[in-house]
């Protein structure tokens, strides 16, 4: 039989807290990590490991990278994104989550791998995100469900 050929899945944080100004998201900004590093990501991400669901990977990524605790009735799917890195060409299906409710205070666990955390206003998001969480932020806030990234650069 042909052997398939395999997408990676990875899961992302979007951490939201409302203000008496409205709703805000938590960014962390990369160092170290040997790509797109002093840009802003959203605030937990990694990979969907074997025999693991999403949601699993999404509290077990939240609880290593920012320390808090996430019930999975908590989790609401927010946008999914079919996405080719540009500069690898590798391919991704890129599963996006929401969730207000955790447990715990929000700490950088890895400090080797995230410089700083911090809040922004959905209209004042930093120039320097990476694209592709820009466009699923976009996503979620005109609630788009799926959308692809990267396609469209040689």
Not at 54 to 76: N, P
Request: glycine share 6%.
């Amino acid at each position: 039989m042909k052997e398939r050929f395999l997408t990676r899945s990875a899961v992302i944080l979007m951490l939201i807290r409302n203000t008496d100004k409205g709703e805000e998201i938590l960014l962390q900004k990369r160092k170290n990590t040997g790509y797109m590093d002093g840009y802003y990501d959203l605030s937990a991400s990694g990979h969907v490991e074997k025999d693991e669901s999403m949601t699993s990977a999404l509290i077990r990524e939240a609880k290593e990278e920012i320390g808090i605790d996430i019930m999975s009735e908590d989790i609401e799917f927010a946008t999914m994104m079919h996405t080719k890195t540009p500069e690898t060409g590798q391919l991704y299906y890129n599963g996006f989550f929401k969730v207000i409710k955790y447990e715990k205070e929000i700490k950088i666990n890895e400090p080797e791998k995230c410089e700083e955390l911090k809040w922004f206003k959905f209209n004042e998001l930093p120039k320097n995100i990476l694209q592709d969480r820009y466009q699923a932020i976009r996503n979620y806030m005109t609630n788009k469900r799926y959308s692809e990234f990267g396609w469209d650069k040689k």
